[in-house]
């Protein structure tokens, strides 16, 4: 091999040898625009946003003596859907905020407990208190899969019509409910 033919692989070589980097710092500068936007991560976009609710039927948690989860329930109230657990342990921070908006009329709360193990879930509103006026049980995760769930808890805004009119991920705290869940139940309300 001549010299010329090595001086014209050795830029090719240093050009591979950088691609990795290239496309790694291009990924880095993405990643590091997203975190400088001052978008919340939390807020995770859904699909059925002004959607009618899935078409929804839970049975109830035993020994609750409350109803199941039945959709068609939604129809001409504004109502609040709480995916939650016992074995969550968000679910139990925002437990105190869902007791709060309980005293609230004006909405019901439904809850759809996922994935749990029913004397676990009784002992959980036993022992926090009850804020839903409805629970159905979805062991096996099929409903919550249909309502778009990524994971406990996750509360849904349905409105008048049934249609999903806000979801918030992550467990609710004071401050959340203030900013975001309270206008929309508000905006619900109002229709």
């Known amino acids: 091999m001549s010299t010329s033919e090595e001086a014209d692989r050795r830029p090719r070589r240093v ?3 950088l691609a990795p980097l290239a496309v790694f710092l291009v990924l880095a500068g993405i990643f590091l625009m997203q975190l400088m936007s001052g978008r919340d991560s939390s807020v995770i976009p859904s699909a059925l946003i002004g959607e009618p609710a899935p078409q929804t039927s839970l049975p109830p948690l035993e020994g609750s003596r409350l109803p199941g989860l039945e959709s068609v329930s939604f129809a001409g ?3 609040l859907v709480n ?3 016992s074995w969550c342990a968000p679910c139990r921070e925002e437990h105190p905020v869902l007791m709060q908006l309980a005293q609230d009329g004006r909405f019901d709360i439904a809850g759809l407990n996922y994935k749990d193990d029913p004397q676990n879930a009784l002992r ?3 022992n ?3 804020p839903y006026d409805a629970i159905g049980t979805d062991g096996s995760g099929r409903a919550a899969i249909q309502w778009g ?3 406990v808890p996750e509360t849904f805004v349905v409105d008048r019509e049934g249609r999903i009119a806000f979801k ?3 467990p609710i705290s004071p401050q959340a409910l203030e900013r975001d869940l309270m206008p929309a139940i508000e905006k619900a309300l109002g229709d």
């Open 149 to 151: 769930v990524y994971g």
């Open 83 to 85: 995916v939650w657990a």
């Open 168 to 170: 918030h991920v992550g």
């Open 15 to 17: 050009l591979i040898a």
């Open 128 to 130: 926090l208190g009850n």
């Open 77 to 79: 109230k504004v109502t």
């Open 124 to 126: 959980f509103i036993g």
